[in-house]
C-alpha cells in the first residue's frame, strides 16, 4: 500500500517570502500523480498543483512549484512571494494510475499548517 | 465555474441516530468520492463510485454505513446508527474519465458531531 508523509506539522513564512512544505511518499508502482491540495480554515479543498511521475519537468502555477524526485520519492511544494491568502492547511497526495481497485484514490499526508504573518 | 455540492455544511446529532448526507457531484463527472477526515488529520476514501457502481468500499463500515448512486448522479451517505467516533468531516470529491489525471474536486463538506 501507499503512504504519503508530511513531516511539517506546522510551517510559518513572512508575507513576501518563500517556503517550502515537504512531502515524501512510499510505492512500488513507477506510474502515478501526486497532487498538493490546499484547505482554508472552514473551507472547502481546492488543488493546487498536479505532477505526473513520468513527467521530468517539474510542475509550475504561478507562484507555486514543486521539486519532484522521483528516485528519493520526494514531492516538496515551493510558495513564493508569500501572500496572507496562502495560510491554510495543505496536504500532499498520491494516486495510483494504475488499474485495480485502488485506481482513482488519493491517498493523503497527514498535512501542514501554513501561517503567514503579515 | 462548476463545483460539487453538499449539504448539510452542519450536523449535529446524538449518538445511536441516523444521519444522511448529500452529494451533487460536477455535471457529466462520473467518478464520485466519499472521504472522512477527521479533524487534524488528511481525508481517508470512505467509498468510490463509478457512475452508480461501487468500486471500491474497503474502508466503508458496512455495519453503519452505506452509500448509493441510484442514477449514477447525485449521491447518499447514510450513517445509522451514529457513534461519537463517526465525528468528523465528510468530504465528497468527483472527477471526470476524460481527464488523464482524474483530478478529484472537492465540495464543502459536513461537519458532523455526535454528541
Known amino acids: 500500500a501507499q503512504t504519503v508523509t508530511q513531516s511539517q506539522p506546522e510551517m510559518s513564512v513572512q508575507e513576501a517570502e518563500t517556503v517550502t512544505l515537504s512531502c515524501t511518499y512510499d510505492?512500488?508502482?513507477?506510474?502515478?500523480?501526486l497532487f498538493w491540495y490546499k484547505q482554508p480554515p472552514s473551507r472547502q479543498m481546492i488543488l493546487v498543483i498536479r505532477q505526473e511521475a513520468y513527467k521530468q519537468q517539474n510542475a509550475t502555477e504561478n507562484r507555486f512549484s514543486v521539486n519532484f524526485q522521483k528516485a528519493a520519492k520526494s514531492f516538496s511544494l515551493k510558495i513564493s512571494d508569500s501572500q496572507l491568502g496562502d495560510a491554510a492547511m495543505y496536504f500532499c497526495?498520491?494516486?495510483?494510475?494504475?488499474?485495480?481497485?485502488?485506481?482513482?484514490?488519493?491517498?493523503f499526508g497527514q498535512g501542514t499548517i501554513l501561517t503567514v504573518h503579515p | 465555474e462548476a463545483e460539487v455540492a453538499q449539504s448539510p455544511r452542519y450536523k449535529i446529532t446524538e449518538k445511536s441516530q441516523a444521519v444522511a448526507f448529500w452529494c451533487d457531484p460536477i455535471?457529466?463527472?462520473?467518478?464520485l468520492y466519499w472521504y472522512r477526515q477527521i479533524l487534524g488529520q488528511g481525508p481517508e476514501l470512505l467509498v468510490q463510485?463509478?457512475?452508480?457502481?461501487?468500486?471500491?468500499d474497503s474502508q466503508l463500515p458496512k455495519d453503519r454505513f452505506s452509500a448509493e448512486r441510484l442514477k449514477g448522479v447525485d449521491s447518499t451517505l447514510k450513517i445509522q446508527p451514529a457513534e461519537l467516533g463517526d465525528s468528523a468531516m465528510y468530504l465528497c470529491?468527483?472527477?471526470?474519465?476524460?481527464?488523464?489525471?482524474?483530478?478529484?474536486?472537492f465540495g464543502p463538506g459536513t461537519r458532523l458531531t455526535v454528541l
Open positions: 510505492t512500488s508502482e513507477s506510474d502515478y500523480y
Open positions: 497526495a498520491y494516486r495510483s494510475a494504475s488499474g485495480g481497485t485502488s485506481y482513482g484514490k488519493l491517498t
Open positions: 470529491a468527483s472527477s471526470n474519465l476524460g481527464q488523464l489525471d482524474r483530478t478529484q474536486y
Open positions: 463510485f463509478q457512475d452508480e457502481s461501487v468500486v471500491d
Open positions: 455535471s457529466g463527472h462520473a467518478t
